[in-house]
């Protein structure tokens, strides 16, 4: 099993700056990729960037040019730099770690899901 544990969250006014961490442990082979995604209330929960083991990124249009998304593969963990934030960033943000495992049953592969934290953007 892999457990990702966030941390960073916090309330900041808009325009303001705040970074997200995660870190994964367990009994991880590899880790393919790393995602952000954010769940607002009343909203569906949508990826905010991803980047692979390669270091290839993506991000949601409404986050591009203001968020930025980094990891460190040494120690398993991703990032979120997320600048100019707007009130509409507000919600509960996750990380999920797409990793391969080692276990009684031999290697398997899952997504991985940790379990949030909350981004508060004051107008």
């Known amino acids: 099993q892999v457990q990702p544990v966030e941390s960073g969250g916090g309330l900041v006014q808009a325009g303001g700056s705040l970074r997200l961490s995660c870190a994964a442990s367990g009994s991880i082979v590899s880790i393919n990729a790393m995602d952000w995604y954010r769940q607002a209330p009343g909203k569906q929960r949508e990826l905010v960037a991803g980047i692979t083991s390669g270091g290839s990124t993506n991000y949601a249009d409404s986050v591009k040019g203001r968020f930025t998304i980094s990891r460190d593969n040494a120690k398993n963990t991703v990032s979120l730099q997320m600048n100019s934030l707007k009130p509409e960033d507000t919600a509960v943000y996750y990380c999920?770690?797409?990793?391969?495992?080692?276990?009684?049953?031999?290697?398997?592969?899952?997504?991985?899901w940790g379990q949030g934290t909350q981004v508060t953007v004051s107008s």
């Open positions: 999920k770690v797409r990793a391969t495992t080692v276990g009684i049953k031999g290697l398997q592969w899952g997504d991985y």
